[in-house]
Every structure is written in C-alpha cells, then in structure tokens.
C-alpha cells in the first residue's frame, strides 16, 4: 500500500530495490557507503559498481552521505540534483558530546581504536603496527572498542605476545573512554561516514586515518587529525609515532576539533533534513 519505501543498504538495498521495481513502487535509496570507492580497485569493488550502476535504472531518489558518493551518484549514475539529499551524516548526539572533554589519565599514551573486528576495518594492519611498536619499546598502548568475533585477532595477539593492545567488547559507554584517549587510531580500508570519528573529534581527540572517502569528509589534514595515503602502512606508523612523540602539535590538533564539528551534525537537525526531502518527493 505504500507508494514510497525508504531502503537502507547493503543487503535489504539489494534485495528490496529489485522486488519494488516489480511492484511498480518509487524507492528512496539511503547510501551509508557504497561498497566500492576510488582509492579501491579490484574485482570485487568493480562488480559493486556495476551492481549499483544498473539498480540506478530503478532507484529514485538518494539521501547520501559523504562528498565522493555524491559527486558519483550524480557523474556516473546521471542522477539529477534535486533527486539527491546530502546529508553530513546519520546523526550524533552533538549537544551531549560537545560538553565532553579530552582528560589525560596515565603516563601512558593511549591510542583508541573503534571498529567492529573486521579485517576491513584494519585490525591486521594494527596488529602489525602494534608489533613494531612493541619491539620498539614505546610507551604506548592501543584500546580497542568493537562488536563481531575478535577471536582470530587475539590468537594473533597471544602469538606474537603483544602487550600493547587490549581488545575490548562493544561498550554502549565509549563517551566515557574516548575522553580518556590521547589519539584515535582508524585503519579501516572502506567507510560511508564513520559516527566513531565525528564522535571523538566533537569530544576533542584527534584522528589519525586513512585518506579514504568519509574520513576526509571529518578529518583536515593537519588541522583536526592526520591523514595518511590509502593503505601505508609504513607511514601511518610513522606519523604515529612522532604525534605521541610531539606533544606542541598534539595539542594544536586537539584546540581543533571541536571547531571542525557543529550542530548541524545533531541528530534532530538530520532527522529534520531526512523528513524534509521525503515530504517533497513527487
């Protein structure tokens, strides 16, 4: 009975795009990341391509999140402006975390990690730099924060008799560490706009992350975190290294963040924005 159906991806996108096609209904496709993006090109972000190229055909409208996935939408899925909203994210909780403050606890420099334990969110090339880090006999530790099975990563852990790095269950408190936290570490390797991010810059923590599609959407380079080229690792343990090491510009970067966020991310005004397009839909 409905005439329009708001569809979230990946797998409902998939499915569901395909069946409200038969049933002659309009879709309004809300893109929290497409599974391909520029920095990444191998078969499989090509068939995503693809995939997503031929749904366009049958998708109406798009509410999309990040720059990259909407200049795309419109270029290579010649999808007309007024048929897309662009929003700046999904929504946090801006007048809550703004409030939050960066409190240094120990002496030792605590790097945190929130991401679901995924290989594509980075953890083996954490693990990797958590090992020469420890060989390097370096003051500092990385806290992890996920949800999904962390099991292979731990093994890998207890192998190479890592003490560095704590892998921690899913806590629906993280407000109360990211504030505990001298940097956030994000190697993931394919992102929409990661909440985690926009969470911890408005607290005040910088971010060291790969310059993929929606972490430059959060993160300028050198003003409220670093950005390292796509997969260098080398580097990204570098540049580590030396910001736990350069206290001055820590703290520069620190004095950035939370000036690099504002309301407009807010849950309610996102809401506001969502509800908006889809009253004007035709």
């Known amino acids: 009975n409905f005439d329009y159906v708001l569809i979230n991806t990946p797998l409902a996108a998939l499915y569901m795009r395909l069946i409200l096609f038969f049933f002659k209904k309009k879709t309004i496709y809300l893109v929290h990341g497409y599974r391909f993006h520029k920095s990444e090109k191998n078969l499989k972000s090509f068939f995503f391509f693809i995939y997503e190229k031929i749904y366009s055909y049958i998708t109406k409208y798009y509410i999309i999140l990040n720059q990259e996935d909407y200049n795309l939408t419109i270029k290579k899925f010649k999808k007309n402006k007024n048929k897309i909203l662009k929003i700046p994210s999904i929504g946090i909780d801006y007048k809550k975390l703004i409030k939050i403050n960066y409190v240094k606890n120990n002496n030792i420099f605590n790097i945190g990690v929130i991401s679901a334990y995924r290989n594509n969110k980075g953890y083996p ?46 806590d629906d408190q993280i407000y109360n560490k990211i504030k505990n936290f001298d940097l956030v570490c994000h190697l993931s390797r394919r992102e929409g706009i990661p ?9 005040g923590v910088p971010v060291i992350a790969y310059n993929i599609r929606g972490n430059n959407d959060i993160i300028r380079n050198n003003l409220n975190g670093i950005l390292i080229k796509p997969y260098d690792i080398h580097s990204f343990e570098l540049k580590l290294i030396n910001l736990s090491q350069n206290l001055k510009k820590l703290k520069f970067l620190r004095n950035n963040c939370k000036k690099s966020i504002n309301f407009l991310h807010n849950k309610k005004n996102i809401s506001s924005m969502i509800n908006k397009f889809i009253d004007n839909v035709k």
């Open 195 to 203: 909440i985690s991010l926009l969470e911890t810059v408005a607290i």
């Open 125 to 170: 090339d954490l693990i990797k730099i958590a090992d020469n880090i420890q060989k390097k006999k370096l003051n500092i530790r990385f806290n992890c924060y996920g949800y999904d099975d962390k099991n292979n990563y731990l093994k890998k852990i207890k192998k190479l008799n890592l003490k560095n790095i704590i892998l921690n269950d899913y």
